[in-house]
T-cell receptor, first 107, second 113 residues
Framework: GQQVMQIPQYQHVQEGEDFTTYCNSSTTLSNIQWYKQRPGRHPVFKIQLVKSGEVKKQKRLTFQFGEAKKNSSLHITATQTTDVGTYFCAAYNDMRFGAGTRLTVKP | NAGVTQTPKFQVLKTGQSMTLQCAQDMNHNSMYWYRQDPGMGLRLIYYSASEGTTDKGEVPNGYNVSRLNKREFSLRLESAAPSQTSVYFC????????????FGQGTRLTVV
């Protein structure tokens, strides 16, 4: 199955700073999905990217799919305490997830 | 609209005991999944069912069995629990495989002593 590597594993930021997490694959991906998991809760779908070079925005969140469809990123502008959680990418095929990036935000 | 419902929410087992985790979805989804989540390990796929009547192994199937009872229900069975199976288990469903978003249940926190 398709393996996705996610970096960094942890990120601690001051509120108002930006945050980026990256998802990388050695093979071309059909699509990629992003999920957010708040502490103690279940993962919740955020977005799906399908097209090469696709960029989608959700308020302060920007999701990108690489031109070669082998990598993806999630960028959060001006983090808030409500952004705390673990962000996962998931590759199509059989819905395997990256290890996630755990974001903590200091007020 | 309940979405994906898992039972039980918490369970403590002794080594060697068996149990079945139940999962049901009311969204008429075709595909269903079982994941386990361990600290720092992310979500690892145990088994999945692309459609009613089919099941396939995921990344970590050893020690588990599954049954797709009907379109709504997908159960996970531990025949002889081991401490290494202490984890949080999530069931998820989607309309059709990985090309559509997955909806997760609230999780089952299992401890094997």
């Amino acid at each position: 199955g398709q393996q996705v590597m996610q970096i960094p594993q942890y990120q601690h930021v001051q509120e108002g700073e930006d945050f980026t997490t990256y998802c990388n694959s050695s093979t071309t991906l059909s699509n990629i999905q992003w999920y957010k998991q708040r502490p103690g809760r279940h993962p919740v779908f955020k977005i799906q990217l399908v097209k090469s070079g696709e960029v989608k925005k959700q308020k302060r969140l920007t999701f990108q799919f690489g031109e070669a469809k082998k990598n993806s990123s999630l960028h959060i502008t001006a983090t808030q305490t409500t952004d705390v959680g673990t962000y996962f990418c998931a590759a199509y095929n059989d819905m395997r997830f990256g290890a996630g990036t755990r974001l903590t935000v200091k007020p | 609209n309940a979405g994906v419902t898992q039972t039980p929410k918490f369970q403590v087992l002794k080594t060697g005991q068996s149990m079945t985790l139940q999962c049901a979805q009311d969204m008429n989804h075709n595909s269903m999944y079982w994941y386990r989540q361990d600290p720092g390990m992310g979500l690892r796929l145990i088994y999945y069912s692309a459609s009613e009547g089919t099941t396939d192994k995921g990344e970590v199937p050893n020690g588990y069995n599954v049954s797709r009872l009907n379109k709504r229900e997908f159960s996970l069975r531990l025949e002889s629990a081991a401490p290494s199976q202490t984890s949080v288990y999530f069931c998820a469903s989607s309309v059709a495989g990985g090309s559509t978003e997955a909806f997760f249940g609230q999780g089952t926190r299992l401890t094997v002593v």
